[in-house]
T-cell receptor
Framework: GENVEQHPSTLSVQEGDSAVIKCTYSDSASNYFPWYKQELGKGPQLIIDIRSNVGEKKDQRIAVTLNKTAKHFSLHITETQPEDSAVYFCAASMRGRDDKIIFGKGTRLHILP | DSGVTQTPKHLITATGQRVTLRCSPRSGDLSVYWYQQSLDQGLQFLIQYYNGEERAKGNILERFSAQQFPDLHSELNLSSLELGDSALYFC?????????????FGPGTRLTVT
């Protein structure tokens, strides 16, 4: 079945610097890759997603890149701010076949003042 | 506020007991998903319902069951509870049964089994 590996498990960056979180997946049939942000005491919230027919997507300070050949995708946060501190989850799913969504184990991002 | 409500917020119970967690999806959403979040396993997909019917199953134990009612709210039943069942349980809702639509997560129910 599908497996999603996420690295690193913890990441600390200085405020204003960039943060990169990487995920790999095992099933080449996966075609949808969302990223969720979970703040303390809350449920996860979708921040950006990418489909398999696109290589890169950007939304203000957040971008996601997808390399289908290597089966990995990454989240990039630029000009980090204190409110970016949270746990980030990547996920992979496929439509129409063995429908499931598999999440990575999460990355705890700390933005240092 | 995602528009998804879950009750109760906290639940403390003993091993061997049975509990029911409740979820009300966002208005208009037909899909409900249940997830278990523990420290060592991350976010695990349990089961999905769409418009009252079971749509997909993930890593759901046989001791666990769920249903979605005609008013679209859903319940997750956990029985013969074990210490290892202690976790945060989230429900999420989506307008579609397709996984490529955004899922809106509720605030979760924290279950502690003693």
């Amino acid at each position: 079945g599908e497996n999603v590996e996420q690295h690193p498990s913890t990441l600390s960056v200085q405020e204003g610097d960039s943060a990169v979180i990487k995920c790999t997946y095992s099933d080449s049939a996966s075609n949808y890759f969302p990223w969720y942000k979970q703040e303390l005491g809350k449920g996860p919230q979708l921040i950006i997603d990418i489909r398999s027919n696109v290589g890169e997507k950007k939304d203000q300070r957040i971008a996601v890149t997808l390399n289908k050949t290597a089966k990995h995708f990454s989240l990039h946060i630029t000009e980090t701010q204190p409110e970016d501190s949270a746990v980030y989850f990547c996920a992979a799913s496929m439509r129409g076949r063995d429908d499931k969504i598999i999440f990575g184990k999460g990355t705890r991002l700390h933005i240092l003042p | 506020d995602s528009g998804v409500t879950q009750t109760p917020k906290h639940l403390i119970t003993a091993t061997g007991q049975r509990v029911t967690l409740r979820c009300s999806p966002r208005s208009g959403d037909l899909s409900v998903y249940w997830y278990q979040q523990s420290l060592d396993q991350g976010l695990q997909f349990l089961i999905q319902y769409y418009n009252g019917e079971e749509r997909a199953k993930g890593n759901i134990l046989e001791r666990f069951s769920a249903q979605q009612f005609p008013d679209l709210h859903s319940e997750l039943n956990l029985s013969s509870l074990e210490l290892g069942d202690s976790a945060l349980y989230f429900c999420a809702s989506s307008v579609s049964q397709d996984y490529s639509y955004e899922q809106y997560f509720g605030p979760g129910t924290r279950l502690t089994v003693t």
